[in-house]
T-cell receptor, first 117, second 113 residues
Framework: AQTVTQSQPEMSVQEAETVTLSCTYD???????LFWYKQPPSRQMILVIR??????QNATENRFSVNFQKAAKSFSLKISDSQLGDAAMYFC??????????????FGTGTLLAVQP | DTGVSQDPRHKITKRGQNVTFRCDPI?????LYWYRQTLGQGPEFLTY????????KSRLLSDRFSAERPKGSFSTLEIQRTEQGDSAMYLC???????????FGPGTRLTVT
């Protein structure tokens, strides 16, 4: 069974600085997706960024980028130029890409990011 | 496209009562998922529909839980004889076959007293 581990329960960053959130996962599959979702307090979960396992190039979305190390099964999220609105719980998630599968998301336990003004 | 909606947003009930939650997915999305999120944890998969067919149920979904998706549109999740351990946020998500990502609703927070 696949598992996702986020070893940093809480992180803090100064506004305008850069922070990296860690995620490791375990799978025997070779074709899958990885995601970072953001869940602000009392608000719904939104997708931040996704990575397809067969793509070697790391995904980037504006100030958000990932460091995907497939062999090490590591998938970290870097937030550059942190803003107050980035404060939220961040979840790393895994999804198989095998045809016919449910494609359910498997989540880590989350990292609570605080942004200090 | 108004996004995924869920109703109610909050529900307080007494132990032993039945509750029902509704999820309206994004209109053209054929896949619908229910997850449960307890405090300090990531969401955990409960069940999955492709159109109107319920194709997978987690072991977390005891026989007190039932979900439906009539006509492949909205879905309902019913919990019978609620227990305090059922207190959680119940999240609904939807997607298309062609999409990797799932889009989440705001959730229904259930408190069982």
């Amino acid at each position: 069974a696949q598992t996702v581990t986020q070893s940093q329960p809480e992180m803090s960053v100064q506004e305008a600085e850069t922070v990296t959130l860690s995620c490791t996962y375990d799978t025997s599959e070779s074709d899958y997706y990885l995601f970072w979702y953001k869940q602000p307090p009392s608000r719904q979960m939104i997708l931040v960024i996704r990575q397809e396992a067969y793509k070697q190039q790391n995904a980037t979305e504006n100030r958000f980028s990932v460091n995907f190390q497939k062999a090490a099964k590591s998938f970290s999220l870097k937030i550059s130029d942190s803003q107050l609105g980035d404060a939220a719980m961040y979840f790393c998630a895994y999804r198989t890409n095998y045809g016919g599968a449910t494609n359910k998301l498997i989540f880590g336990t989350g990292t609570l990011l605080a942004v200090q003004p | 496209d108004t996004g995924v909606s869920q109703d109610p947003r909050h529900k307080i009930t007494k132990r032993g009562q039945n509750v029902t939650f509704r999820c309206d997915p994004i209109s053209e999305h054929n896949r619908l998922y229910w997850y449960r999120q307890t405090l300090g944890q990531g969401p955990e998969f409960l069940t999955y529909f492709q159109n109107e067919a319920q194709l997978e149920k987690s072991r977390l979904l005891s026989d007190r839980f039932s979900a439906e998706r009539p006509k492949g549109s909205f879905s309902t999740l019913e919990i019978q004889r609620t227990e305090q351990g059922d207190s959680a946020m119940y999240l609904c998500a939807s997607s298309l076959d062609s999409q990797a990502e799932q889009y989440f609703g705001p959730g229904t927070r259930l408190t069982v007293t």
